[in-house]
Structures are given as C-alpha cells and as structure tokens.
C-alpha cells in the first residue's frame, strides 16, 4: 500500500484529460491518516498512554501509579515511593510542548539506527514507520482526533460513571469463608429434635391396655424419632452455609448505580426515574434523532456511540438540570456545546477560539472537581481527557472533524462483521460473503428487470419456488433474491409524507415488501383505525343493514367485509392483485430481547373492493 501511495506521490505521467484535450501528470498525496487512539498510535509507531510521554502530540510526562496518568498539574499528596517525581511538572493546557514532524522523523530514524531502547523510552517513539517514506505526511498532525471515540465513547460515557458514582474503582467486600460456616453451624439437641417432630398416633389395633406396653411403646418411639431427627443437624448446618454464601456472592456482585460523597453524584433512585422515563419516551421518539431510546438505568453497558450522541445533545442537558450543582451543570453544558462545535460541517476561526477556550476551560474545572489533585483520585486523569487540548490545533490545521470522523468506517466493519458466519475461517468466508454481496450489486446492471415474466416473479416472491425442470444457478438465485428483496416497477407512485396520521394513495398499483412473511391477525385497535381511514376519505356504509331503497354513494365500501385476517411482512418495501379484503400488514420481527430499541412499521396497504373498482390504499397505527 504504501509503494503504491510512493507512486502517486511522484506522479503518473501521460494522464488524458478530456476536458482540456490533453495529456498530464497525475499526482495524489496522502495529507490525513484518521482512526481511534490505538490505531493512531500503532501507526505513528508510538508507546501510546502506556508511555511516560503519553501523548502523540506533546511532550507531557504522566504520573506513574499502576498505570500511567495524565494530569496538567501533579497530585498534592504522593507518597514517598512514588516513581520519577522529578520529572512531574505543571502544564497550562493552551501551552503544551508540542512534538515537531523533524525532531520525530529524525529521533525515530535515530532510535531504529541506534537501537537505542532508553531514548526509546524516553520519547516514547518506538523507532522508524512505513509510513515516514510518504513526505506529505507530517508526524503527527497528520493523525488527527476522532470525535466518535473520543467524545461519545470516552469523555461522555467517563463523565457519566462520575455521576453515577462508578467511574473509581469499589473497595471489595471481604469474602466469607463457607468451611468456617460448616464448622461453626450450631446442632440440634436431642431435646430440641424430639420437640419439634409431631408425636406418632398408634393405630387403635395396636394399643395396649396395660400401662407397661404404654411405657414401652412410648420409649420406642421416643428412640425412632431420636433416630430420625439425628441427621437433621447437618442438613440445618449445610442450609445455613448455602445461604450465608449466597448473601456473600451477593455482597461481591458490583451495582451499577451507587451514591457516593461527591458533590456531582446522583441518586441511584434518580437514575430510575430517569430510565423510566426514557422507555416511556421510546414510542414518541422521533426517528430522525435514531433508533428508540433505551433506558440509560438499564443499558447503560450497552449504550452505542449513537446513542451516546443523542444522549449528550438532547437528553442530557434536560435529565441533568436539577440533579447536579449548579457550577457542574453549566460547565457541562459549556462542554457540550464546545462538542457541537467541534463536529459541526463549518467552522469559522471565532468558533475555532471559542472550542479551544471552552475545552480548556472545562480541563481546568474537571481536574479541580473530580481529580481534586489527590493521590487516590488521579485515576481520573485519564489520557482521553488530556486530548481535548489538542482537538482545536486538529481543526485549525485539517479542518472540522467530520472531515476524518470514523462513523462511516465503524459502520463498514459492522457489516463486514455481520457477514462473517463461520468462526473457523473468518477471513475467507467473508472475502466470499463480499464477492456474494458485490454479485448483487451489480446484478441491477445487467439484467432488465421490465422483461422478466410473470413466473420469475413468483419465484421472486417465493425463494423456495422451481425454475421449470432445471435447477436455478447459483447467480441466479443471488438475483432472485434481489429481485424479492428490491424489485419495484416505474410506475409505483411516490407516497409523501402528510401531517395527518391517514394516507391515502388511490392509484397504487405495486408495493416494495421484504419477506420472510407470516399470518398476522389485526387487533381491533388497528381495525378501527382501518376503518376510521377508509371513512376519512370514503363514506363508509354497511350494507347488512342497509335498507334496499338505500342510496349507494358512488364510493362506498363494505365494513363486514374487512377481515383482520391478513400477512405480516419484514418490513415495508411485488405487484399485489388481491381479493377483498385481503391485506398486508408491514411489520418488522422483532424479539423480545430487541423489542426495546425496534420501531414497528406504521403502513398498512389494505386491498379493498369498492363499487366501482379495486382501490389499494395506505393507512398508519399510530
């Protein structure tokens, strides 16, 4: 890759430009490099936040406890063991020592000439990159932040651990040991054990008259029941340690919301109400904002970058106005707005300043109030933080950061990954599943889809059906699928969105469907609406009971005859010539796992006989 990059650096003579008529020289120059933290780091070939010099873009040493740490300012009360505090100095976050691409270039090839591993350590630069041969790159603004990771994967979703009381690791509770418990469960008397157990009754038969059978009988029911009581100790015993080491597993188990001394935590009760609240919301959401919400309270674990977005931008600053102090508050609604600058399209210099002094701002604050200088918090100043000083010089030199932002390339991975199925041999079952893929793809170019006939039609609606006496390809049944999936004629008209929640669309002739299919029986909630639909447009009127005399409007339509018998499809996208009353109800499956963040589909198509014709029309559930 990089060889051919080297070739379209020095250019490509003899290019014909047809515009000019004429020949030139072609040349392409790889300016940015862009992807999460990790990978920039391996691609400048640096130590990343497991250095001392932590950060790929200054020289800011980090403060050593278990890991690695960046403060601007160094703890106020290290002990007296810890490691290199002569080299701990204090940083302003707009004066930072930044890193040059000569001294990079010239200490890596240094270090690979070398081999010199303590200067190695000391720059944290582990030696010369493929990537240095390109001499449009410039080491290392040419690698700048992505604000996916770093906002709605990192910065948020830290700040959010503050404030549920999470973000500093628990102290574990002391475990309890189940063989002490064996040992020291108390044991039943004999006395104890003969009290408890019900006396047996004698059957009448057996009952003896004299008081010495009594008496004996009486002693050998006392031994029975010694007997029969004696193993009930250990079992009491083995109880009582099953479930004081249950209570200790339960001890051990970690909540997700706690509330701690910190000024900026919130109620665990509040966080309740606020997913509560969030699945209320779920069913009005609108969808150009994504998918459904989901409860923070509940899948906070397993929030997306998406959602994390949605929840910065537009819950957030409301959930949170009550709950946290006011000098928090604000600072975090600084932050967020500073974000929203930062991922706008356009940015001017003003708004270049304003992001670089709400950053630095918000730095200054968050080291004061969740950092607070101490030993024991410095956990919290982590290198993603320190990145958001260093997010104003990426924009001023390469532009608005969804420029190089990775939201398409997470996508891409995701559908690369989703078509991996086997385990064994990933690599090649998906190099195969993208060949499938690009199959259909370029299917729609070279087949006219207006001459297919009607018996390729019906093996498009039904994947299982036989092509005559010869067994269908394996290309072709790739573009029967696509045909089931995406074949729709030219004359389907254009439904528009309307503010009335009925739509109306009198002249449709085809509907684009996705199967799988199943039988779906309306609800009388959606026959209603069905039929309030048809009588906001048509007058509805029921023949049944109807008088013969009666006046038949021209457009009129036969209420018993509206079955909640109908199909439900995968979703909403073949050409439907059906009976009265048969519909297709156009709603997606969805598990009950996934039923939280899915949306069921809101158009119905209802084929009904008028008296003049057949009429397909469209109408919502909502």
Request: proline share 6%; net charge positive.
């Amino acid at each position: 890759m990089v060889d051919e990059f080297l070739i379209l650096e020095k250019g490509i003579p003899d290019v014909w430009n047809a515009y000019t008529c004429k020949t030139f020289t072609l040349f392409a120059h790889i300016v940015i490099v862009s992807g999460d933290q990790p990978a920039r780091e391996k691609m400048c070939n640096h130590y990343g936040s497991s250095g001392n010099r932590y950060c790929t873009y200054c020289y800011a040493h980090g403060v050593f406890k278990s890991h690695v740490y960046c403060p601007f300012k160094p703890p106020s009360d290290p002990p007296p063991n810890a490691t290199n505090q002569e080299q701990w100095k204090t940083y302003h976050p707009e004066r930072l020592p930044p890193r040059l691409d000569a001294h990079w270039r010239e200490d890596a090839s240094n270090i690979t000439n070398s081999a010199n591993v303590r200067r190695a350590d000391e720059l944290c630069i582990r030696g010369f990159c493929e990537l240095m041969k390109l001499q449009s790159l410039d080491f290392p603004r040419s690698f700048p932040i992505d604000a996916m990771h770093l906002f709605y994967i990192n910065i948020i979703p830290g700040l959010f651990n503050h404030y549920r009381g999470r973000f500093f690791k628990a102290p574990s509770p002391p475990k309890l040991n189940v063989r002490m418990l064996h040992s020291k469960a108390p044991k039943k008397t004999k006395s104890k054990a003969k009290s408890a157990k019900k006396p047996r009754k004698i059957p009448p038969s057996t009952q003896r008259s004299s008081s010495s059978s009594e008496d004996s009988s009486d002693n050998e029911r006392s031994d029975s029941e010694t007997s029969d009581a004696a193993p009930s100790a250990p079992l009491e015993s083995t109880h009582q340690a099953t479930s004081t080491a249950q209570q200790s597993s339960n001890m051990r188990k970690v909540a997700k919301f706690v509330q701690t001394d910190d000024r900026y935590c919130i109620s665990p009760k509040v966080w309740n109400q606020i997913g509560k609240d969030m699945d209320l919301s779920a069913a009005t959401f609108p969808s150009q904002f994504g998918d459904a919400l989901r409860s923070i309270e509940a899948s906070c674990h397993n929030f997306k970058a998406h959602e994390w977005s949605v929840w910065t931008h537009s819950l957030s600053p409301l959930y949170l106005k009550d709950h946290l102090p006011p000098d928090i508050y604000h600072e975090y609604l600084r932050l967020v707005h500073a974000i929203m600058l930062a991922t706008e399209d356009t940015i001017s210099l003003s708004e270049i300043s304003e992001i670089r002094s709400a950053f630095t701002r918000f730095l200054l604050h968050y080291e004061a109030q969740y950092y607070q200088f101490k030993w024991e918090r410095l956990s919290a100043a982590r290198s993603v933080f320190h990145m958001l000083a260093h997010v104003a010089d990426c924009i001023s030199l390469l532009g608005p950061m969804n420029v190089y932002t990775q939201w398409s390339m997470e996508r891409f991975c995701g559908s690369i990954a989703r078509l991996t199925t086997n385990k064994a041999l990933p690599n090649r079952n998906m190099s195969i599943n993208l060949h499938n893929e690009e199959l259909k793809n370029h299917a729609r170019y070279i087949i006219d889809w207006n001459s297919l006939d009607e018996q390729v039609m019906q093996s498009a609606n039904n994947a299982d059906a036989e092509f005559g006496s010869t067994p269908p390809s394996i290309l072709w049944r790739v573009c029967v699928e696509r045909i089931r999936r995406d074949y729709s004629t030219k004359d389907t008209p254009v439904i528009e969105k309307s503010r009335s929640k009925h739509l109306l669309a009198s002249e449709m002739t085809a509907l684009r469907v996705i199967g799988p299919s199943k039988a779906y029986t309306l609800s009388n909630g959606e026959l209603r609406k069905l039929r309030q639909h048809f009588s906001s447009y048509i007058q509805t009127v029921d023949l049944s009971e109807s008088d013969s005399d009666t006046e038949i409007p021209e457009m009129s339509v036969n209420v018993k005859k509206i079955t909640p018998l109908t199909r439900s499809w995968y979703g909403a996208r073949i050409l439907i010539d059906g009976e009265a009353g048969a519909g297709w109800v156009c709603r997606p499956f969805v598990s009950k796992a996934n039923r939280t963040h899915s949306r069921d589909a809101s158009l119905v198509l209802y084929n009904t006989t008028l008296i003049d014709g057949n009429v397909n029309d469209w109408c919502t559930f909502s």
